[in-house]
C-alpha cells in the first residue's frame, strides 16, 4: 500500500505527515505536488494542513482548482481513502467532496492549543482503532476552523451519521465552553456518506510519538494501514 501526501505552495505539514506514514509506520509514501495529475499508485491520499496559496481569498478557495484535485475527485469516487487535515479540511469543503465550510473562529483569534475530542464513530478505516464515544486529544491550529452549514446540512449529517469528532470537556461533554472556535454542534470533523473521505480540523500527525506530547493521533493512521493490509491479503 502506499500514501500520497498532496503538496501545494504554502503546504507546511506535508513532512509532518510523512513522518509518520514514512518514519514511524514504514509505509511508502509519495509527495504530490499539486500539478501532478497521476496519483493511481497511492491508496489513501492525504491533502494536509498549511496554508495553501498562502490562503488568499479563502482559506482552500485557490488550491480547489488545482489540477491534482480532478484526480482527487476520481481517487475518492473509486472509493479510495482521502484525509483532509486543518487546511485540508477546508480544501476539501470547497472542492465539494465534504459538506460545509470552514469559516473565521467565533473569536477572530488564530488558535494554537490541544483539543480534547470526543469519537462519535469507531466503524470507519479511520477510526477503528479508537473505541466510540473515547476522548482523545490532539493539537489544533487554526484561524478558520469553525464549522458552519445551513440546517438542512447538519440534520443531514446526523441523519447519515457523518460527524467523526466534536470538540469535548475532558470527560466527553458537548458544551460551549469546550468548543475551541464556535463550530456549530461542537463538529471537528466529519466523513463523506461512503466514509471513505475524512476531514477533520485537528492534527493526527503532530500526536503520533512521544516525543511531542501525546500518541492519540497514532491510532488514525494505524487504522488505515491495517485496513489496507487486510484488504491486499484478501485480493491476493
Known sequence: MKFGILVFPGSNCDRDVASVTSGILKQPTRLIWHTDTDISDCDVIVVPGGFSYGDYLRCGAIARFAPVMRSLQEHAAKGK???????????????????????????????????????????????????????????????????????????????????????????????????????LDNIAGICNKQGN???MMPHPERAAEGVLGGTDGKALFEGLVEVLVEGLLVNA
Open 197 to 199: 473521505v475524512l476531514g
Open 81 to 183: 481513502y482521502v484525509l483532509g487535515i486543518c487546511n485540508g479540511f477546508q480544501i476539501l469543503t470547497e472542492s465539494g467532496l465534504l459538506q460545509g465550510a470552514l469559516v473565521r473562529n467565533r473569536d477572530l483569534h488564530f488558535i494554537c492549543d490541544r483539543a480534547p475530542l470526543r469519537v462519535e464513530r469507531n466503524d470507519l478505516a479511520f477510526t477503528q482503532k479508537y473505541q466510540k464515544q473515547q476522548v482523545i486529544t490532539l493539537p489544533i491550529a487554526h484561524g478558520e476552523g469553525c464549522y458552519f452549514a445551513d440546517a438542512d446540512i447538519l440534520k443531514e449529517l446526523e441523519d447519515n451519521n457523518q460527524v467523526v469528532f466534536r470538540y469535548c470537556d475532558a470527560i466527553g461533554n458537548l458544551n460551549e465552553e469546550a468548543n475551541p472556535n464556535g463550530s
